[in-house]
Nanobody
Framework: QVQFVESGGGLGQPGGSLRLSCAAS????????MGWYRQAPGKQREMVAE???????NYADPVKGRSTVSRDNAKKMVYLQMNSLKPEDTALYYC??????????WGQGTQVTVSS
């Protein structure tokens, strides 16, 4: 069973940057379509970025142009570089697979708080 551990969150300044990391365990990571998700207080979890096994990427409108998702299959890592941070980026961020079979068990997430 694949598992994910997110890190790299913290307090960011508006206009600043943060880089989130996701460490995966389990086999066959290189063929897993991965996504970054976030959940703000009182809101549903939403996908903000995804990257296929082949490296193709897609972004949700709220982060498009400000974020870059990447992966290192050898290290079983996925990253989300977030730039030009906005207060509305404040949320708990998770990584998980994007699969017709549904997500794997969710990790603990990493908190991003954007505030001056």
């Amino acid at each position: 069973q694949v598992q994910f551990v997110e890190s790299g969150g913290g307090l960011g300044q508006p206009g600043g940057s943060l880089r989130l990391s996701c460490a995966a365990s389990g086999s066959l990571f290189s063929i897993i379509h991965m996504g970054w998700y976030r959940q703000a207080p009182g809101k549903q979890r939403e996908m903000v970025a995804e990257i296929t096994s082949g490296g193709n990427t897609n972004y949700a409108d709220p982060v498009k142009g400000r974020s870059t998702v990447s992966r290192d299959n050898a290290k079983k890592m996925v990253y989300l570089q977030m730039n030009s941070l906005k207060p509305e980026d404040t949320a708990l961020y998770y990584c998980n697979r994007v699969s017709r079979f549904g997500p794997a068990p969710w990790g603990q997430g990493t908190q991003v708080t954007v505030s001056s």
